[in-house]
């Protein structure tokens, strides 16, 4: 098993000498890496930060990701608030914020939000030295708001929402609707990364870094007022809609939902297209796409109604 170690070791080295910065990591590896390394004991090096793209189980479907997720939350449940990257525990969650917005147009509204968010003290001790808190994207006159679930580690250190891999493809969505990111809006569930015990990887949020989290996620759409609200994952779903144990993923996924009046769109997070990429899944998407576009009164072409259709 150690030469194994040592090869993937020195695979990763030879990467980054190539300036390779992110290597996909599914669940299922990293729970065997962890578990190979807690049997040989401590390795020399950290394995390389990984990416938007570790942050998975929350963006597979519920019911294929159940086991992973379930042995993710007895994880966090065990060790209490957690332990951070530097060994030190996670600082406990308080209560969440009560956002009361200024008057003013939508853009002030949105500039002082930002603000009160870059400043909250509790979102900034979640924060690692020198990454960032992600507050938003785009336009707070946007008929669209996509909403994924949380910065990864290009988010954080760029301090804008999607821009590592799951984020060029959503901007590929995006602009394959005939939009740019300027013109729609884009926000997390959480504000900061949360914190793992270990240099790399992502892990879902906790029910209270989410519950602490929302109020400036409901600010932000109540400031936007969107027409429709794309929820990219599990974890957007379920924030907005509240979790529910009775819920099943797959029969409300490309289905109209609310959220506080606004019809919600939810589909697959883009990070599970990186890994699944089945035409039949892009469809999938894309047809959800098409009924947003649909929605808000956007011309749709016969070339756009034919994208990812089987040749
Ligand atoms: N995944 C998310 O859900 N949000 C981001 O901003 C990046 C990756």
């Known amino acids: 098993m150690r030469e194994h170690l040592e090869a993937l070791t020195e695979e990763l080295r030879r990467l980054k000498a190539e300036g390779t910065t992110q290597v996909y990591v599914t669940d299922e590896t990293l729970t065997k890496l962890r578990s190979v390394m807690k049997a040989q004991g401590p390795v020399a090096e950290p394995a390389p930060e990984a990416t938007a793209e570790t942050f998975s189980a929350a963006e597979e479907p519920a019911e294929m990701a159940q086991p992973v997720r379930a042995t993710r939350a007895k994880t966090a449940a065990s060790t209490g608030p957690g332990l951070r990257w530097d060994g030190k525990p996670i600082a406990p969650i308080p209560t969440p914020p009560e956002i009361k917005l200024p008057k003013g147009s939508k853009e002030e509204k949105m500039a002082w939000l930002r603000e009160r968010v870059l400043n909250c003290p509790v979102s900034k001790e979640h924060v690692r030295l020198g990454r960032q808190l992600v507050f938003g994207v785009g336009t707070p006159q946007a008929e669209i708001f996509f909403c994924g679930e ?3 580690a290009e988010e954080e250190q760029q301090g804008e929402p999607f821009v590592g891999p799951a984020g060029q493809l959503l901007t590929k969505i995006i602009q394959a609707m005939g939009l740019s990111r300027e013109k729609v809006y884009i926000g997390n569930v959480m504000k ?4 793992m015990p270990t240099e790399w990887g992502n892990r879902e949020p906790t029910p209270e870094e989410i ?24 974890t957007a779903v379920n924030g907005l809609l509240g979790a529910d144990p009775e819920r099943k993923m797959k029969d409300i996924r490309g289905s109209w939902q609310t959220f506080d009046g606004v019809p919600l769109m939810f589909t697959y997070h883009p990070s599970y297209l990186l890994r699944n990429s089945a035409l039949s899944v892009k469809r999938q998407v894309w047809e959800h796409m098409l009924l947003v576009m649909e929605k808000v009164g956007m011309p749709i072409s016969e070339k756009q109604k034919a994208f990812f259709m089987k040749a």
């Open 150 to 152: 949380g910065p990864g």
């Open 211 to 234: 519950a602490f989290s929302l109020p400036f996620l409901r600010a932000q759409l109540e400031i936007v007022q969107p027409k429709v609200i794309v929820a990219l994952g599990n």
């Open 192 to 195: 900061w990364r949360p914190e």
